[in-house]
């Protein structure tokens, strides 16, 4: 157990939807990072927050948002839905140093129908 | 973009044998970390070792860092089922802010008794 939290585990949705994902970072560490996983781009780096503000961006889609909140908790927002959506979305956690080790979650499976 | 890509993509052995996977990467570094994967979940993180290192040990796992080759390798010894998974290095880019995550696609590894 990395001590990553994510909710949910399982997500079925339709086209044109919106989905949340939600995931809870390890204790005592600020940084969260949201990453894609795909057949076909294999995992991928979407965005990374600290303490509340954007760090980095990745290849995140413009149909895609998140935030991190005062908790600390951080949630990814996925709109208009499209078949090649469908990926397991992960979330990690570090103190937000260089030098550090990420921690995943389990992560979200998405599966856009 | 792929940051690491690893050798071979797919390992084949038998329990007791010792399985080696290789990473090359293609900019400067802090660190470089080996995750874990098991079929569709969680990644798991093995070892991570700095830029200024040149091998490190857990358990059964060694890793290699030659960073004037920007190539990196994982040992495991003395294989076992439990291995069977996906494994992929994962590098940061000294260069940028944040400590965002590129992944290779991974090796294949299958371990059987």
């Known amino acids: 157990d990395s001590g990553v939290t994510q909710t949910p585990k399982h997500l079925i949705t339709a086209t044109g939807q919106r989905v949340t994902l939600r995931c809870s970072p390890r204790?005592?560490?600020?940084?969260v990072y949201w990453y894609q996983q795909s057949l076909d781009q294999g995992l991928q780096f979407l965005i990374q927050?600290?303490?509340?503000?954007?760090?980095a961006k990745g290849n995140i889609l413009e149909r895609f948002s998140a935030q991190q909140f005062p908790d600390l908790h951080s949630e990814l927002n996925l709109s208009s839905l499209e078949l090649g959506d469908s990926a397991l979305y992960f979330c990690?956690?570090?103190?937000?140093?260089?030098?550090?080790?990420?921690?995943f979650g389990p992560g979200t499976r998405l599966l856009v129908l | 973009s792929q940051q690491g890509e690893e050798d071979p993509q797919a390992l084949s052995i038998q329990e007791g044998e010792n399985a080696t996977m290789n990473c090359s990467y293609k900019?400067?570094?802090?660190?470089l970390q080996w995750y874990r994967q098991n079929s569709g979940r969680g990644l798991v993180h093995l070892i991570l070792?700095?830029?200024?290192?040149r091998e490190k040990h857990s358990g059964r796992l060694r890793v290699t860092l030659d960073t004037s080759k920007k190539s990196s390798s994982l040992l495991i010894t003395a294989s076992r089922a439990a291995d069977t998974a996906s494994y992929f290095c994962a590098t940061d880019r000294s260069e940028q802010a944040g400590t965002a995550l590129i992944f290779g696609k991974g090796t294949t590894l299958s371990v059987s008794s």
């Open positions: 927050y600290y303490n509340g503000e954007e760090r």
């Open positions: 204790s005592g560490d600020l940084s």
């Open positions: 070792i700095r830029s200024n290192e």
């Open positions: 990690a956690s570090d103190r937000g140093t260089n030098e550090e080790t990420q921690y």
């Open positions: 900019t400067s570094i802090n660190n």
